[in-house]
């Protein structure tokens, strides 16, 4: 047979109401946090245990901005569901919005670290909590933003260098070059110094036949001794 149903009502026995409470509060809390990652939805839960401690889950990093998007919309509801609103209802508003602004402005003196003496114990730690929350996160981006400047600055470093020794090669093929080029103009140069040197010696030779051929036709009593 199938259980029957259970009848809801207060657990008497202190400890097993706050051990049940604590079971059912993480429950509801993993229940919360999972419809908000599976369905991209903004849930917002807060508990308040019988000795007045608060326990809360925000998909959003402020509590606040759903909180106010939620009273938006019950006061949009409120209005659409009227035909007609009259000037002094709307005279009426204006203290709320006044009280609304000022919650807000103290909210941000609170989270400055000001105006701290009228919050009780339970107030300074959902602020500590708060500002936890939104130090993680800015650390969180601080050190992506942090590791994304250090691997363009890598990447900028791989392509200097990579044009560094582009640059390198072509010198050293330039002075490769110009090395075989000199070499060249030195082989060009030596064959037209033996040519040069070998006409002036004909020449010579050509001097010492035509003077032996002079002395040869001169009487040798006529040649000096």
């Known amino acids: 047979m199938g259980r029957g149903r259970v009848e809801l009502k207060r657990i008497e026995n202190k400890i097993s109401r706050q051990v049940t409470f604590s ?11 999972e419809i908000s990652v599976l369905c991209d939805a903004e849930v917002a839960l807060i508990v308040f245990s019988t000795k007045g401690k608060l ?9 606040g901005r759903i909180l106010e998007r939620y009273e938006q919309s019950t006061y949009s509801q409120k209005k659409i569901g009227t035909n007609y609103e009259p000037k002094e209802n709307l ?7 006044v009280a609304r602004i000022e919650l807000l402005q103290r909210n941000m003196r609170n989270y400055e670290g000001e105006e701290l ?21 800015i650390r969180t981006k601080k050190n992506q933003v942090m590791h994304e400047s250090v691997s363009q600055l ?18 050293k093929e330039k002075e490769k070059q110009e090395q075989i080029g000199e070499i060249t103009q030195q082989e060009h140069r030596i064959p037209s110094l ?13 001097n010492r ?12 009593w006529l040649l000096p001794r």
């Open 55 to 63: 326990f809360e889950f925000s998909s959003d990093s402020s509590m």
């Open 154 to 171: 890598q990447k900028k470093e791989r392509s200097l260098q990579d044009q560094n020794n582009i640059l390198a090669k072509q010198v």
């Open 91 to 97: 005279s009426l508003e204006y203290p709320k919005l």
């Open 194 to 206: 033996t040519i040069g040197g070998g006409c002036q010696q004909e020449e010579e030779d050509g």
């Open 117 to 137: 003496d009228p919050l009780n114990l339970r107030e300074l730690q959902s602020l500590e909590q708060q500002l936890d929350t939104a130090l993680k996160r």
């Open 23 to 33: 079971k059912r509060r993480s429950g509801l809390s993993k229940k919360a946090k």
């Open 209 to 220: 036949t035509r003077l032996k051929e002079s002395h040869a036709v001169i009487p040798p």
